[in-house]
């Protein structure tokens, strides 16, 4: 079963403008983490925030947590084309790592030039 | 470019056949995981290995099964296959040391199409 959820399930945005995905999940974890997949191919990961943070940045990427509301956001400012992909945010479970991440639907990323 | 390499790319099995799946991880990555990926879904864990032991499994059947050896490369089989076994597959190694802060890396997948 998925653990998150993302929303949207697909967005549509010109070049140059900031995407925003949200993610929310079910039980408490011990981090919290986003990846990217271009289409048909492998995750790459791209930001780690643990349960304490509340804000990570990661060059054009911030990362929001807020463990009170079970929800997290990716925010990826000045898009470029090469962007273009589905996000996806995973979870680890506050047991620790041998339960493997959990990841939701994912938001497929359209970036227009 | 992660290190973590996957075959085959693709391949294509009939109902009832078995299946095994090869990944090599990074140097130095006594972790790996497996990961199923259906069409349009995000990938579901299937289950981990460290230092050549299952130490953590998914909600799979037991006709998923793996193999870690020590130089830390890693099979996924799956036996009696079935329509919906179809997905992307996915391997994915760490380093040792954090548990679940460590970077994981993953490989371009294996897709499994059977019928």
């Known amino acids: 079963s998925q653990q998150g959820e993302e929303d949207p399930q697909a967005l549509s945005i010109q070049e140059g403008e900031n995407a925003t995905m949200n993610c929310s999940y079910k039980?408490?974890?011990?981090?919290l983490q986003w990846y990217r997949q271009n289409s048909g191919r492998g995750l790459v990961h791209l930001i780690l925030?643990?349960?304490?943070?509340r804000e990570k940045h990661s060059g054009r990427l911030r990362v929001t947590l807020d463990t009170s509301k079970k929800s997290s956001s990716l925010l990826i400012t000045a898009s470029r084309a090469a962007d273009t992909a589905s996000y996806f945010c995973?979870?680890?479970?506050?047991?620790?790592?041998?339960?493997?991440?959990?990841f939701g639907k994912g938001t497929h990323l359209i970036i227009q030039p | 470019e992660t290190g973590v390499t996957q075959s085959p790319t693709h391949l294509i099995k009939t109902r009832g056949q078995q299946v095994t799946l090869r990944c090599s991880s990074q140097?130095?990555?006594?972790?790996v995981s497996w990961y199923q990926q259906a069409l349009g879904q995000g990938p579901q864990f299937i289950f981990q290995?460290?230092?050549?032991?299952?130490?953590g499994r998914g909600n799979f059947p037991p006709r998923f099964s793996g193999l870690q050896f020590p130089n830390y490369s890693s099979e996924l089989n799956v036996n009696a296959l079935e329509l919906d076994d179809s997905a992307l597959y996915l391997c994915?190694?760490?380093?040792?040391?954090?548990?679940?802060?460590?970077?994981?890396?993953f490989g371009e997948g294996s897709w499994l199409t059977v019928v």
């Open positions: 290995y460290y230092r050549e032991e299952e130490n």
């Open positions: 995973a979870t680890v479970l506050s047991g620790g790592g041998a339960d493997g991440l959990t």
């Open positions: 994915a190694s760490s380093l040792p040391g954090q548990g679940s802060l460590n970077t994981i890396y």
């Open positions: 140097s130095g990555h006594n972790t």
């Open positions: 039980t408490s974890i011990n981090n």
């Open positions: 925030i643990r349960s304490n943070e």
